[in-house]
């Protein structure tokens, strides 16, 4: 047998991997072998782990192959296993502890006597923590009170092995295996490591975290704490100081995700996109609040942006209804028109959107004039005025606002223009409210006064906007219009958004949306509006589909 | 085979690349070459003498070294192979599809002195493709962090090249991308039928498990500036790479009718957005029975495939001759094996629309080559010959002028009257200290090597800058709003 034994292992070499694979069968086929055969077979094949392996796929599949042979042996090779274990350097030594954890029950107790025996060496002891680790059978609870020392060590390393192997044995053994007391004092004990000055053993831990988190092993409130914590590693909670090791920051950004609050957290630069709030203003327009913290810090009055609602999406540009630079969140309002339109308001709080794209467009014309403002919306654009009137309004003008509609039950936003205005008219086409017929009255009305107008910014349908550019154009009146022209990437890189603008071609997404409307070619807008008419028809029958 | 002179290699026919029939693949988006079989590979790769001086080197712009690599083909080691173009460039796959080998290392191999050269690009995509499928790929070890960050603007061929470069040197790597999703031209502005989807999505998938950070929706400039990620968010260096993304128009009339598009438009809504696919994707595209491509570059070549794939007829209008057509041979001969119409030598003067605004004719004037002037270019001149063609489509193919966001927002950054960012030609370093810039930003518009090329230049330059090597320079920048960007010659020119 010994010769058998001895042939088998001559034939293990790593410059013939074809014959070593061969030996490896050979030798997993070996029976009834006595003890110190089964030493004298385990050390031959085992040398196959003292290789370094890196990169070696297919030695690397030998050595997974000398792990199974070995684990066949059963008990009486384990004496062996753990002494060279603890001797062998880390790499080996994960082959020996994945071979030891297969003994399942059986090999628990040789390793807790080990640790007994190898108390004070460290190295030692970071072996048999990892060997702990991988252990796929309850038996390995018996141990876990030992990692738990270890990860107080004094020894920074034992403490990230000893952290590591808490989240390997949640991820090993699943949450049914762990009653709540032991759960707390896991938790407890990454958490507080959090706060470790050693990098390893931070990253560790949130590592370990992560995988407790993975298999829903947290409450709500544990999770809370975890989310705040990795919220500030990756400096998300704008505190500005981010964890200063990278390898920290980056466990934080891979374990994210199994927090239930999932979006965040996947770097500071993260967006969720969520909806945060979402009301009904008349019927098919509703008016939403966005999380999107790094936009609302850069918006300016006049700039707009681009929304994508999900993967199979269009991309559509949509005025801006104002922002709040401290809360994270910009305000759209979105009126039912074609298909994705239509699928955006089918969201609800919660949802996200797939991408949010902005700020985009230049910044609108806001300076203090001699004469009045007038701020015209029409329609779903009387939300996209809010900003730029507030912003006339800073500058220290007088602000007048016109709000249009064609009855009373579609006037949206009159209560917040009138908080950005000095004086808000109202026009509806059948009188139902303020003074009938269209916002171009509404103007008369204030000329009528005698007042001087230095300054009009009119939003909403072409129509309204070419009207109220032809009324002002032979007064002189300073006038600007934003073009919502069909766009698809909003940076000038496609040209879809073409306007013609006194004679020349203009890209509405990067020179506008503002233009001055006394110089704009309405009648083309109005028919390149009309571009993909039939196409949004069918996109929209397919919707139910 | 080792034993075989250089004589009896020269004698070995040129293993012609396998292609997907014309009659079929115009009803697909299935990529044209199928690809060589392991024993096409070898064969091909026997016809290399193995050059003493070897051209090519200096013909690719990141320097492959193409004679030890067709060796190790010739020799059956493919894993070997792909391992020895990764030294040098880590998108083998897409640059064996996408490169102009033509007019770089194919155009200086000593064997197509005589006859054809070595299909060094076929070979290449060989390689990188036996290595993705077989699995062989092993990710780069990365060395001991610096403790530098690093931010890295645009995930097109040379942001990503950037990022690699970088990364494989120890800093900490961030990639900033406009779009939804990454790979830039290579997915809004090439085929799936040249360049399949996966082979980019690989790349990049091996970039984060490298431990770079991609970040999508986000617009530099506008959502933080440079000085926000210089100051705020701590980055030791930056790289522009946002490439050209401002599509050129003619200025004729009737260019804003509906129906006209720009290439990068037409491009986008179908690759980027799938427009192909809808109404499953809401993104639309209309496209009448006649489609007209203006330009014959590359990017024409692919607008024009595209259209027929779509069902049109398809005509290309280019006021020079196919001789003249900037595309890559290779491009012009597969899009000439896929019933399209040419007109040569016409020059598009105006568009016609109906009432409603919609295309429906293109007007040209016929052009012939003039004599050659002093430096032996033939330029088209009109001949007062005018033809109508009616149409429902019309697709502008006349390449990019730079994207102009990043340069609107920061003054620092000097370009040129054509946009172009000035850039010192040795280093890359932008005239704002810890900026540099590379790709088609600093060229114009250009290929995916070139403006890896560049990228790779400046990547290792930013390298250098960051562990104090090399000390910020401008000096050679110039004033000139005239001067023309990099230009890349090749190197033993």
């Not at chain 1, 090999?107 to 680790?133: C, Q, W």
């Not at chain 2, 090597?449 to 960051?466: C, D, F, P, S, V």
Request: glycine share 10%; proline share 4%.
């Amino acid at each position: 047998m010994t010769e058998k034994i001895e042939s088998i292992i001559r034939n293990i070499r790593i410059d013939n991997e074809t014959e070593t694979a061969r030996a490896l069968e050979a030798a997993a086929r070996l029976t009834g072998l006595n003890d110190a055969e089964k030493k004298e077979l385990a050390a031959g094949v085992a040398a196959l782990f003292y290789h370094d392996l890196h990169g070696k796929t297919g030695l690397i599949r030998l050595a997974n192959q000398a792990e199974e042979v070995i684990a066949t042996l059963g008990t009486a090779v384990l004496p062996f296993l753990i002494d060279e274990a603890i001797q062998a350097d880390s790499e080996s030594a994960a082959h020996f502890g994945r071979v030891i954890a297969r003994g399942k029950g059986a090999a628990m107790k040789p390793v807790l006597e080990a640790i007994n025996n190898h108390r004070g060496d460290d190295y030692a002891m970071m072996t048999l923590i990892a060997t702990i680790s991988y252990f796929k059978d309850p038996a390995a609870l018996e141990a876990v009170p030992e990692i738990l020392v270890a990860s107080k060590s004094k020894n920074e390393r034992l403490r990230a092995e000893a952290l590591y192997a808490i989240g390997r044995l949640a991820r090993n053994l699943g949450s049914d295996q762990f009653d709540n007391t032991l759960r707390l004092k896991m938790f407890d004990t990454c958490f507080e490591a959090l706060k470790d000055k050693h990098s390893l053993a931070r990253r560790n831990a949130v590592a370990s975290l992560g995988k407790i988190a993975e298999k829903g092993m947290l409450t709500p409130d544990q999770e809370r704490k975890v989310r705040e914590k990795f919220n500030g590693f990756l400096g998300l909670d704008g505190a500005n100081n981010w964890d200063n090791a990278y390898i920290v920051r980056h466990q934080a950004h891979q374990f994210f995700k199994f927090l239930k609050e999932e979006g965040k957290g996947q770097s500071r630069y993260h967006q969720t996109f969520r909806i945060l709030e979402k009301r009904e203003l008349c019927p098919d327009t509703y008016y939403y609040s966005i999380e999107a913290p790094l936009i609302a810090r850069k918006l300016v009055a006049g700039q707009f942006i681009i929304i994508r609602p999900n993967e199979h999406g269009e991309r559509i540009p949509l005025s801006i209804a104002g922002w709040d630079a401290e809360k994270g969140t910009i305000n759209v309002i979105i009126m039912s028109a074609g298909r994705t339109s239509r699928e955006i308001n089918m969201m609800n709080v919660g949802d996200r959107l797939a991408d949010v794209v902005g700020p985009l467009g230049q910044h609108s014309h806001v300076k203090k004039h001699d004469g009045v403002c007038v701020v015209i919306g029409g329609g779903y654009g009387t939300g996209a005025v809010l900003p730029t009137a507030r912003a006339l309004k800073k500058a220290g003008n007088k602000v007048y606002g016109i709000v249009g509609a064609r009855n009373e039950k579609l006037l949206i936003m009159e209560d917040e223009l009138k908080q950005a205005c000095d004086e808000v008219l109202v026009t509806t086409n059948d009188g139902t409210k303020g003074i009938q017929g269209f916002v171009t009255h509404a103007m008369e009305a204030i000329l009528k006064r005698g007042e001087k107008i230095s300054h009009v910014l009119a939003i909403g349908p072409v129509p309204m906007m070419m009207a109220v550019a032809n009324m002002t154009k032979p007064l002189g009146i300073e006038t600007f219009v934003s073009l919502n022209a069909i766009m698809v990437d909003g940076t000038g890189m496609c040209g879809a958004c073409r306007v013609s603008v006194g004679g020349k071609t203009k890209f509405a997404c990067f020179h506008g949306p503002d233009f001055n409307g006394h110089e704009v070619d309405f009648d083309q807008l109005m028919k390149r509006q009309k571009m993909f008419v039939a196409k949004e028809k069918l996109a929209l029958e397919a919707m139910g589909k | 085979m080792a034993g075989l002179n250089s004589k009896e290699r020269m004698a070995i026919p040129f293993v012609h690349m396998p292609l997907n029939p014309g009659e079929k693949r115009i009803h697909n988006f299935d990529e044209v070459p199928i690809g060589y079989t392991a024993e096409q590979a070898m064969q091909e790769a026997r016809r290399c003498i193995q050059c003493k001086k070897p051209g090519c080197i200096g013909g690719c712009p990141v320097g492959i070294n193409i004679p030890a690599f067709l060796e190790l083909i010739e020799e059956g080691k493919f894993a070997e192979a792909a391992k020895k173009i990764r030294e040098t460039n880590f998108l083998p796959a897409a640059c064996g599809r996408v490169c102009p080998q033509d007019k770089q290392c194919q155009a200086v191999c000593v064997v197509g002195k005589k006859g054809d050269a070595v299909g060094i690009g076929n070979l290449e995509r060989f390689a990188a493709d036996w290595e993705r499928t077989h699995g062989t790929f092993t990710a780069p070890v990365i060395p001991a962090p610096t403790g530098k960050r690093v931010a890295v603007i645009g995930s097109g061929p040379a942001g990503l090249t950037a990022a690699y470069e970088l990364r494989m040197r120890g800093h900490e790597v961030v990639v900033f991308e406009a779009f939804h999703r990454g790979g830039g031209v290579m997915v809004y502005g090439i085929p799936r039928f040249r360049l399949p989807l996966e082979i980019i999505d690989e790349d990049i998938k091996m970039l984060e498990n490298m431990g770079v950070q991609f970040v999508y929706d986000m617009i530099i400039g506008n959502v933080l500036s440079l000085d926000d990620l210089l100051v705020n968010e701590k980055f030791d260096a930056l790289f522009i790479g946002t490439g050209a993304g401002l599509p050129k128009m003619l200025g004729i009339p009737g260019e804003n009718s509906n129906g006209v598009y720009s290439a990068n438009e037409y491009l986008t809504r179908i690759y980027l957005m799938q427009a192909s696919h809808f109404p499953r994707y809401t993104t639309p595209i209309e496209q009448g029975k006649r489609v007209g491509v203006i330009g014959a570059g590359n990017t024409a070549m692919d607008t024009l495939r595209t259209a027929k794939r779509l069902g049109s007829e398809v005509t290309c209008y280019y006021r020079r001759t196919r001789d003249e057509a900037p595309a890559r041979t290779e491009e012009v001969e597969h899009a000439e094996q896929e019933f399209l119409n040419w007109k040569w030598l016409h020059n598009p003067v105006e568009i016609i629309a109906d009432a409603n605004n919609n295309v429906k004719a293109i007007k040209c004037e016929k052009m012939k080559l003039s004599d050659p002037d002093s430096s032996g270019r033939r330029k088209p001149v009109g001949t007062g010959e005018f033809v109508t063609d009616e149409i429902d489509t019309i697709v502008f193919s006349l390449g990019c002028d730079v994207n102009p966001i990043i340069p609107a927002t920061d003054k620092e950054i000097r370009i040129n009257k054509w946009g172009i960012v000035m850039v010192d030609k040795d280093t890359n370093m932008t005239t704002k200290e810890k900026v540099f810039a590379g790709g088609d930003v600093v060229t114009g518009g250009s290929t995916v090597i070139l403006a890896m090329g560049q990228a790779k230049t400046a990547a290792l330059n930013m390298h250098k800058y960051l562990m104090g090597e090399i000390k910020w320079d401008i000096s050679k920048i110039s004033t000139d709003p005239n001067a023309s960007g990099i230009v890349w010659e090749g190197k033993n020119k």
